[in-house]
């Protein structure tokens, strides 16, 4: 009972502190965020003459629950439409800010003398903007439904995928201490097939299981569903040994997915709104004031280092994908700060202690400034483009402007070419979604092998056979997806028989070779298709002899089945276009 009181008491302290400092920085205009921040400085260890915390620990526990649900949130904003919308600019303009970031902030880390693990997390740190402090920067001036806007929030999604896989990395760096170009390339694979397969089957069912319990009219049962999905999920994700973090920015980007977003964000936002204030107050607790004292010197020179920085990369990358100077302009400047993900960063390197204790509060004092800058430096953007327009010199005027003349001839000049390029894409999006749940099958097979042995030594003596039940019911259950891939190949070999060959120059063989191109890639392909297979379920595949009459059964079941498959295959591809298609409720 006397825990319950401290708790309680502890919990009173950070909201009754949190809610009035959060209200002066909303009458001084500055991010709420800032002000949690602030009252976890006042409520802190270091700051005299009270210690009004008697619990860290829990609130602690507290604070990580902000991160799932912070995580979850921006998981929900994630919509694969809005991806497939920005097109390539995104993904150029986001990857130039994360390579150069980690490059920049490990050379910072390395000229103060700091060491190579500080260095590479202080790197990673600096790579991601923060995708709450633009939201709200942009919602205030009034700009969320800009050209340039729209093309910040792609930056944002693509950042925020590719700031999971750096949680993963920097994991597998931290507890090895190095990570050869294999296991990065083995690692970014892995989680790559793991997030394809989990929004494959997470929007195939979530979206119909919330839509089923919506019906009830009952906000309870619906919060409490989508609750135990985010939980459940994140608990399957830290099982496979990656981020809870990971776990819930997906199950809330499939989530996105449902018709009932609108009312699901209404039910979760109190929720969110709580345990992401905990959150940031936990990171003001950790915040010392001597060491930001201490550390005033790095503070200035990495805050520097991420305003340039992040204007540079993201506004050459936008630049560099055909955007003109002026939006490129005001992408960089939007995204020229750090937050939350920094925090998840530090808060990593300290959970494995791999890092050293200056550093998250060396993040916390660049986050703090940078964010002050933001809606700054967007105002800011419009006058310095005119600025250096004027300034520029003419021969470089007319390089840039032969530069966006030759990315326009780049695109496909008659409708035709932009058909064939879209279909082409498409029936290779196709064939890899498929690859990657015919391989989630076999992985699913191997990892499951030995606690499915203890069930089958009951029957099965010995290994052989145990390995052909496991092999064999897993080649069963990939059969509509393999029949799916060979259909696909079939229809791109067609494809590129028909382009590749010119009726003109074949003459009279042009059908024999077309016919023999069409036939050719996809037995060639399935063949590679096995390779994989094979190399995926090593853990479980039988000795040839065994395997070969495995593949022979199935063949014969193939035979049977073909129809069958085709039917299963198409009912779930219509399933998955349906719920991408499906307006949402308002």
């Not at 569903?225 to 939980?231: A, K, Y």
């Not at 997906?250 to 936002?269: D, N, Q, T, V, Y």
């Not at 003109?324 to 959970?351: H, N, Y």
């Not at 193939?558 to 591809?573: D, E, F, G, S």
């Amino acid at each position: 009972m006397h825990h319950a009181i401290g708790f309680i008491q502890d919990l009173a302290v950070i909201m009754a502190i949190a809610g009035v400092v959060t209200v002066l920085f909303h009458r001084l205009r500055q991010p709420v965020v800032l002000g949690y921040i602030a009252a976890g400085v006042i409520i802190g260890p270091y700051t005299p003459p009270f210690n009004l915390i008697h619990d860290e620990a829990t609130i602690q526990t507290l604070g990580e629950l902000g991160v799932v649900f912070l995580m979850f949130s921006l998981g929900l904003e994630f919509s694969l439409r809005k991806l497939f919308k920005v097109g390539a600019t995104a993904f150029v303009a986001a990857l130039s800010e994360i390579v150069l970031m980690i490059w920049v902030g490990y050379e910072i880390g390395r000229w103060f003398g700091w060491n190579s693990m500080d260095s590479l997390f202080l790197g990673a740190m600096l790579a991601i903007s923060s995708t709450t402090i633009i939201v709200k920067a942009l919602s205030e001036l009034g700009m969320k439904g800009e050209h340039f806007a729209q093309i910040v929030f792609g930056i944002l999604i693509v950042e925020d995928i590719l700031a999971i896989a750096m949680l993963v990395l920097l994991s597998g760096i931290a507890q090895t201490g190095s990570v050869s170009a294999g296991v990065a390339v083995v690692t970014l694979g892995k989680l790559l097939l793991f997030m394809t397969v989990s929004l494959v089957v997470g929007i195939l069912t979530v979206p119909r299981a919330l839509n089923y319990v919506a019906k009830a009219k009952s906000d309870e049962m619906l919060l409490v569903t989508v609750l135990g999905f985010c939980f459940g999920f994140c608990l399957l994700v830290v099982k496979l040994d990656y981020s809870i973090a990971l776990g819930a920015f997906l199950i809330g980007a499939i989530m996105a997915e449902s018709k009932h977003l609108a009312r699901i964000e209404h039910l979760i936002a109190p929720v969110r709104d709580m345990f992401s204030a905990i959150f940031f107050v936990t990171i003001g607790l950790l915040l010392n004031p001597t060491v930001l004292v201490d550390y005033a010197g790095p503070i200035a020179v990495i805050t520097v280092a991420v305003v340039l920085g992040k204007i540079v990369s993201c506004g050459l990358g936008a630049f560099l994908a055909g955007k003109d100077g002026r939006t490129s302009m005001r992408v960089g400047m939007s995204v020229s700060q750090i937050g939350e993900f920094s925090f998840i960063i530090a808060s990593l390197g300290l959970s494995l202690k791999v890092t050293s204790s200056f550093l998250y509060p060396i993040a916390v004092a660049v986050s703090a400034l940078t964010t002050l800058f933001t809606p700054y430096l967007i105002r800011a953007a419009d006058p310095l483009t005119l600025r250096l327009a004027r300034a520029m010199p003419a021969p470089l005027a007319n390089t840039f402007g032969l530069y966006s003349q030759w990315l326009a001839s780049l695109a496909p000049a008659a409708s035709g070419g932009a058909t064939l390029f879209s279909m082409t894409r498409r029936i290779v999006v196709q064939i890899a979604v498929n690859l990657a749940l015919v391989a989630a099958i076999f992985l699913s097979a191997s990892y499951s092998a030995p606690f499915a042995s203890q069930y089958l030594s009951r029957w099965l003596d010995t290994d052989n056979a145990q390995r052909v039940v496991l092999w064999g019911a897993a080649l069963v259950i990939a059969l509509p997806f393999l029949v799916a891939v060979y259909r696909k190949l079939e229809s791109l070999a067609l494809l590129l028989a028909e382009v590749s060959v010119d009726p003109a120059k074949a003459g009279r063989f042009t059908r024999a070779i077309r016919t023999a191109i069409s036939g050719l890639i996809p037995i060639v392909a399935m063949f590679g298709v096995f390779l994989l297979v094979a190399a995926l379920s090593g853990g479980i595949l039988p000795p040839f002899g065994l395997m070969v009459g495995v593949l022979l059964c199935a063949a014969l079941l193939l035979t049977v089945l073909w129809r069958w498959c085709v039917k299963i295959h198409a009912t779930m591809q219509i399933a998955l276009r349906e719920t991408l298609e499906e307006t949402r409720e308002h």
